[in-house]
């Protein structure tokens, strides 16, 4: 191993598998994502991005193999306030009634600390992050009576409000206009500018394009390519890897 610090790492996965309702969904994946690198997850439906997503900001536990955040296993991660997560769709929140302001500001609240109170920097955040995404004025309106895009939007503004050093995105811009997604690419650039690690999934990266170090190509719950963006659909469709010792996902 290089001399790299642990810690330079925003995310190390080693040998994870995930078991969902009885079914390996992720097996024997190994993921070393740097401090500032901008990766795309791609693959098909079901192929088992999401859940890897999930797995990294520890919402699903590993069956098998561990997950660190900036060094540390994610069971003993405390530091949420350094990681912003949009989720690939708006859960269907039990019917608890949210304003766009709440759950933006829900961004700023660590899973520690729930009912920390907000400062100034706090009130400005969620200000600059609603202005990103176009929703200040909505900001008084019930979610559930947004359209799907502005849904997201608002998902996008909670990943934002904190700051985060690590932003883990899954389809963030799925049904969300062009010029969003290009308000939403440029903010992006910025963060990343200042140092900002993304990861993120998606079908159709847009004006993301542009941004990307590195993409990973999963299939069939393993990953099936790891390197430059630009080559990776190529190689995910027509992949000759002597490494993968079952055959099973050249055929899907
Ligand atoms: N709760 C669950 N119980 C059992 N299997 C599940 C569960 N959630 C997901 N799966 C299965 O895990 C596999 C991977 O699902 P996942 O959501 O990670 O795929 P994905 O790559 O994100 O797909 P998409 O592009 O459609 O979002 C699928 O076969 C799915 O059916
Ligand atoms: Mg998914």
């Known amino acids: 191993m290089t001399s790299e610090n642990d810690s330079a790492r925003a995310v190390q996965v080693d040998d994870l598998s995930v ?7 992720l097996r024997g994946i190994d993921l070393r994502i740097r401090q500032g690198e901008v990766v795309a997850v791609l693959g098909t439906n079901g192929s088992g991005k999401s859940t890897l997503i999930k797995t990294v900001v520890g919402l699903l536990p590993a ?4 997950v660190r955040l900036f060094g540390t296993p994610v069971p003993r991660f405390r530091e949420w306030r350094r990681v912003g997560y949009v989720p690939q769709r708006i859960t269907a929140a039990g019917g608890v009634p949210a304003t766009v302001y709440e759950v933006v500001s829900s961004g700023l609240l660590s899973k520690r600390r729930m009912f920390a109170p907000l400062g100034a920097a706090g009130k400005q955040a969620i200000e600059d992050a609603l202005e990103v995404v176009d929703m200040a004025d909505r900001r008084k309106d019930a979610v559930a009576e947004l359209s799907g895009g502005q849904q997201q939007r608002v998902l996008i503004a909670r990943a934002l409000v904190s700051d985060p050093e690590l932003l883990i995105l899954d ?4 049904g969300v206009d062009l010029a969003s997604q290009q308000i939403f690419a440029d903010a992006i650039r910025e963060r990343v500018a200042g140092g900002t690690t993304v990861v993120m999934v998606s079908h159709d990266l847009g004006p993301m394009d542009a941004l990307i170090d590195r993409s990973v190509v999963m299939r069939r719950g393993r990953i099936v390519y790891d390197g430059p963006p630009h080559a990776s659909q190529t190689h995910a469709h027509v992949h000759h890897s002597h490494t993968d010792d079952d055959p099973g996902w050249l055929t899907s």
Not at 19 to 25: I, K
């Open 63 to 66: 069956a098998r193999g561990e």
């Open 171 to 174: 389809e963030p811009t799925a």
């Open 19 to 25: 078991d969902l309702g009885g079914r390996l969904v």
